[in-house]
């Protein structure tokens, strides 16, 4: 439940706030918003800002970061220089920690402008510094952004993939229909149409297996009819397969599972 | 997503544009091929509904939407669209990319065009696909390569027009954007499209396509196109207006006879299906009709134009069709006409009171919703030009001179741009001291004018100063032709009009010989 953990979150920081203890209440809320920028939650450039009256002068650049961070779908041209100046300030320090917050900030909001090459380069250097994928956490969320940024810039990265599968993450039961989803996607957006068909299949099959994971399973089965009518490869729906898929998705918040901060 | 949705219907816009923004991102990193584009088309919407242009044509490319993307970059121009196409993209985004081309590439630079050749070539050579299933992105390859057709490197331009050809007479939609680069192109003297141009226009109502004024000249100029014309109009009435404009039945009887006939059939209300005739091309058609059949026609244009609840598009297809007809008329009904207009003045000077037209008077039950818009002084303009015909063929050549020399002091300027087109033979009326108007159309006639009086010095700064890249098209068009009608008269205005930003005007001035 994030949504009750970071309402915890806020009460604890305006507790510490109560209590004089800025750094201790402004860490909370950096803690709340980081949270709820995962999943776009509305405290997190509210949570940023308190934030920013509480940190100390040499502190306050990551509350700025964290409203950038917030309010990059509504500003991005304002607020991507401001996550950029965040990453490269961390990468001076190596915490791996913070390193992962910004690059992952960064790739979001670059993303949505097409930036594929700035992705690329910012993944490298900060893949560089974290080392090795072992769970199925940010860190993972990096690589994947890696690989999709260096396909997306027309480099063969099927090598990574693969090694990517074949390692322990990779044959988790929530790493590995993941992975493939990604793939699936950078597959299709290279114009590998019966590749990436296969991948969102695999993807669809672990999904089922999982358990409790419908809303995944409907997006990569229909992701895979997606490919078959864009790319001509691979299953395509007939309608009622599409009102079937589309019946899974019956839940109307928190469609997909994705790494968290918690 | 939800939130986003909800965020927009509560008028909360930047709230949905965060929302949806949020859930497409969701979408990428968790793999959602299916999803992203689901939230893409919704964020082109939203960006659509609010009429953000710049931010409506990545997300309508994202999603693949071809005809969306087309419509974003005309909003946006070349350079805004420039920075939204990817070498690299997606497939089923290229075709977006490709239709933003066809719509805003006319300002590409020819290093640009370059660059984009190859890939519009590889693409527009898949001539399996078709588009009668739906919008496809090899047809919108060719279409893109039709708007930069005049400027395709010389190795690819062969290539790039049999692409264009080949999409004109394979699609099953009137071929608007490639006839317009056929056109653009055969006049630039690129390729020689004269005959598919006349078959275009012959089978297709010039409303759904464009450029039909340069398509007329560029028929009259060749004698397969006047060939295949004449051919069509036997059975294609789009094809026998085309030969009315292009003045083809003087030359042919059989085809003078099938524009009298439907004239005739035209005042009984026994007009066939096919045969829409605006009021422009019934005042044509008649220039071939029997005498009385003029008469009438020429009574009911008069009606038409002096009327102000008709629409403005009305009145004025009916003043130009009054002026085509004045030429034939006989000299007792032209002064008769003029007489009619000449009291009615009052009338043709009221604006249109009717601005609109629907097919429901019931608001939510109109399927269409047309804004016809007054026009009065395009209506005023060509209400001058018949004026004029009807005072020439009439033998009253004072009124004419008097009318010219009030309307080129009109405070509209399409009028003075008018009066300044018929005072270029009435060299008594000054037309220098119009050549600085404020209005870049009245400019344009003036340079005109000044050149058929042979009143241009080479280089003349008014044409120098009218071909800078930020005059209105209209007007560097004009200066191009003024130049292209006298090749070696104006060096500099040539050299300044081959670095203009859009590619016809480029390819005519390359066309162009100069002294060396």
Redesign the interface.
């Known amino acids: 439940m994030p949504r009750v953990a970071n309402a915890m979150l806020l009460q604890a920081a305006r507790l510490a706030a109560d209590d004089e203890d800025r750094v201790r209440a402004g860490q909370l809320y950096l803690r709340a918003s980081r949270s709820a920028a995962v999943?776009?939650d509305d405290i997190a450039e509210y949570a940023a800002f308190r934030a920013s009256w509480l940190l100390p002068e040499e502190e306050r650049w990551r509350s700025l970061a964290a409203m950038a961070r917030a309010?990059w779908?509504?500003r991005p041209e304002e607020s991507v220089p401001v996550l950029r100046a965040a990453f490269e300030r961390v990468l001076q320090t190596e915490a791996a920690d913070d390193v992962l917050e910004w690059a992952l900030a960064m790739c979001?909001a670059l993303?949505?402008q097409?930036d594929w090459g700035d992705i690329a380069e910012i993944t490298e250097r900060a893949s560089a510094l974290l080392g090795p994928v072992s769970a199925v956490d940010e860190r993972l969320?990096l690589e994947?952004?890696r690989l999709t940024a260096s396909s997306?810039?027309?480099d063969d990265v099927e090598a990574g993939w693969r090694a990517l599968l074949l390692a322990p993450v990779g044959r988790t039961a929530e790493g590995a229909p993941?992975i493939?989803?990604?793939?699936?996607?950078a597959l299709?957006?290279?114009?590998k149409g019966t590749l990436?068909a296969e991948q969102?299949a695999s993807?669809a099959e672990r999904w089922r297996s999982t358990g409790d994971a419908e809303d995944?399973l409907a997006?990569?089965v229909?992701?895979e009819?997606?490919?078959a009518q864009?790319?001509g490869a691979g299953r395509r729906l007939d309608q009622a397969g599409r009102i079937a898929v589309a019946e899974l998705r019956g839940r109307?918040?928190t469609?997909?599972?994705?790494p968290t901060v918690w | 997503m939800t939130q986003g949705l909800r965020a927009w219907l509560s008028g909360r816009g930047w709230e949905a544009r965060g929302r949806l923004i949020s859930a497409w991102a969701v979408h990428r990193r968790a793999g959602h091929l299916a999803g992203s584009l689901r939230v893409a088309e919704t964020l082109h919407d939203l960006f659509k509904a609010g009429e953000e242009w710049q931010d409506a044509l990545p997300w309508a490319i994202r999603s693949g939407l071809q005809l969306a993307a087309e419509a974003a970059a005309t909003e946006l121009g070349w350079a805004a669209t420039a920075a939204a196409l990817r070498p690299h993209a997606p497939p089923w985004e290229r075709g977006a990319m490709w239709e933003a081309i066809a719509a805003a590439g006319t300002d590409a630079s020819d290093a640009e065009i370059t660059a984009l050749s190859d890939g519009l070539l590889d693409a527009a050579a898949d001539h399996e696909t078709t588009e009668h299933a739906t919008v496809q992105a090899a047809s919108a390859a060719r279409r893109a390569l039709a708007t930069v057709l005049c400027r395709v490197p010389h190795p690819d331009a062969a290539r790039a027009a049999d692409e264009v050809v080949f999409e004109t007479t394979h699609t099953p939609f009137p071929p608007r954007r490639t006839i317009q680069g056929l056109i653009l192109a055969t006049y630039a003297g690129v390729c020689d499209a004269c005959e598919l141009i006349a078959e275009v226009f012959g089978f297709t109502d010039r409303a759904h396509l464009a450029g039909f004024g340069l398509a007329v000249e560029l028929v009259s100029d060749s004698a397969v196109a006047r060939a295949k014309a004449v051919e069509l109009a036997e059975y294609q009435f789009p094809a026998l207006l085309l030969c009315a404009w292009a003045d083809l039945p003087d030359l042919h009887p059989a085809v003078a006879a099938r524009a009298a006939d439907v004239v005739a059939r035209s005042l009984d209300g026994e007009l066939a299906g096919d045969e829409i005739l605006r009021a422009d091309d019934r005042g044509r058609l008649a220039r071939w009709a029997e005498p009385d059949a003029q008469r009438a026609v020429g009574h009911a244009l008069s009606d038409e134009l002096i009327s102000p609840s008709e629409i403005g598009a009305h009145r004025n297809e009916a003043a130009v069709g009054l002026a085509s007809l004045a030429e034939r008329l006989t000299t007792e009904t032209a002064g008769e006409l003029l007489e009619r207009v000449t009291v009615d003045q009052q009338l043709i000077g009221t604006p249109s009171t009717q601005e609109t037209m629907s097919s429901h008077p019931n608001p939510l039950f109109a399927r269409v919703n047309m804004r016809a818009p007054a026009a009065h002084d395009q209506v005023r303009a060509v209400a001058l030009r018949a004026f004029a015909a009807l005072a020439e063929r009439a033998c009253r050549p004072d009124e004419r001179r008097n009318a010219v020399a009030s309307g080129i002091r009109d405070e509209d300027g399409a009028v003075r741009a008018e009066a300044a087109r018929l005072a270029a033979p009435m060299l008594d009326i000054d037309l220098r001291a119009h050549a600085a108007d404020d209005n870049p159309l009245v400019r344009a006639q003036v340079l005109i004018a000044l050149a058929t009086r042979e009143d241009l010095a080479p280089d003349d700064p008014g044409l120098l100063a009218n071909s800078a890249p930020d005059a209105p098209l209209a007007l560097r068009s004009t200066v191009l032709r003024i130049a292209r009608e006298n090749p070696g008269a104006h060096p500099r205005l040539v050299q300044a009009l081959r670095a203009d930003p859009h590619v016809y005007v480029r390819a005519v001035a390359h066309g162009i010989e100069t002294p060396s």
């Open positions: 999943r776009r309010s779908p509504e979001d993303a949505a097409d969320e994947l952004e997306e810039v027309g993941l493939r989803a990604r793939w699936a996607m299709a957006r290279e114009g990436a969102f993807a995944e997006e990569a229909l992701s009819d997606v490919v864009a790319l109307g918040s469609p997909v599972r994705l």
